[in-house]
């Protein structure tokens, strides 16, 4: 009896567990974070660091320009403004004290201000990932949404339409924007799985043999543990029971009264 009890709350304990497992492992959220690479809890990957290596991706509207460079800090230093074709006033340039990943230029007064460093930037949402960047010394937020186009070549930005007075709103059009598998080596499941199958094999082939040899059994009797094999269906009854009443031990015991009357 007592070892029955055990076996139903150890199985029961196991599905519970797995089952949470499979809860967490549905929403898409950054198990890893750079400021640059989204490691998905599936072993996607999102990674941006690809998305332009040369000059800042921009998009203008009237006389402002936006001016995203991913993963570390653009200098907006006198020589990268040339190269930008920007006229700014250099008393009024906030994008050059250590770079910014994030700048905002105002042509009507000549400005860059600094919308976020590259160790600002957070990963946000779940299917649909956003890189937020916020500044909580200036309350300043930007949202660039990363939409997936796995056929452009070329990353383009784009304003939102609708922007707020709180945040400004972006979207990146990129390849890099796709979660995509890591390239090399098995994820963490597959080789748990693989673990669990050799395990499983050794178990029924070794314990077939021992029992084979050392104690003469034929044919079912060779199976290893054959009573449990023979209980578990009802193990996983009662263990979905525990399961779908929310974990509570007084559900299994009520599950085997029913089976006695
Ligand atoms: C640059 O900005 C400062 C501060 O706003 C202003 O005093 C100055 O006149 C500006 N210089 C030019 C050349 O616009
Ligand atoms: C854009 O900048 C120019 C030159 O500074 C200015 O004359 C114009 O009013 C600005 N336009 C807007 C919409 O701010
Ligand atoms: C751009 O500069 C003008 C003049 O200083 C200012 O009125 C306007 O609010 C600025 N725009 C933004 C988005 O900062
Ligand atoms: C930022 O927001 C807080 C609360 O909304 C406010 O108290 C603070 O003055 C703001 N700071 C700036 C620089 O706007
Ligand atoms: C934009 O804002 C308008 C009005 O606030 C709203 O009705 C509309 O749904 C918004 N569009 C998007 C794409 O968020």
């Not at 500044?135 to 930005?157: A, E, F, G, V, W």
């Not at 269906?233 to 009520?254: E, I, M, W």
């Amino acid at each position: 009896m007592a070892e029955r009890i055990f076996k139903d709350s150890f199985l029961s304990i196991l599905l519970c567990v797995l089952f949470s497992y499979s809860i967490h492992s549905e929403d898409n959220a950054c198990v890893v974070e750079t400021a640059c690479l989204c490691q998905l809890n599936d072993e996607r990957i999102i990674d941006i660091s690809h998305v332009t290596k040369d000059e800042p991706l921009s998009v203008s509207k009237e006389n402002l320009t936006y001016l995203f460079y991913p993963c570390s800090n653009y200098k907006y230093d006198e020589a990268h403004i040339k190269k930008l074709k920007l006229d700014v006033n250099v008393t009024l340039n906030f994008c050059n004290k250590d770079g910014a990943s994030l700048c905002l230029y105002n042509a009507t007064d000549k400005s860059l201000t600094n919308l976020g460093d590259a160790k600002d930037a957070k990963f946000s949402g779940n299917l649909l990932k956003s890189l937020v960047y916020s500044r909580p010394k200036s309350n300043i937020t930007s949202l660039i949404k990363l939409d997936c186009t796995p056929d452009d070549t070329n990353s383009y930005l784009t304003l939102e339409k609708n922007q707020s007075s709180d945040t400004h709103h972006l979207i990146l059009f990129s390849r890099y924007a796709c979660a995509h598998l890591e390239q090399h080596g098995l994820s963490t499941g597959s080789t748990l799985l693989i673990m669990f199958c050799v395990g499983f094999g050794i178990y029924l082939i070794g314990g077939a043999l021992v029992l084979h040899y050392l104690r003469g059994a034929q044919g079912k009797e060779m199976i290893p543990n054959f009573d449990f094999w023979v209980d578990l269906p009802y193990l996983v009854r009662d263990g979905t029971v525990f399961l779908l009443s929310g974990c509570n031990p007084l559900s299994v015991a009520r599950a085997e009264t029913y089976d006695r009357i």
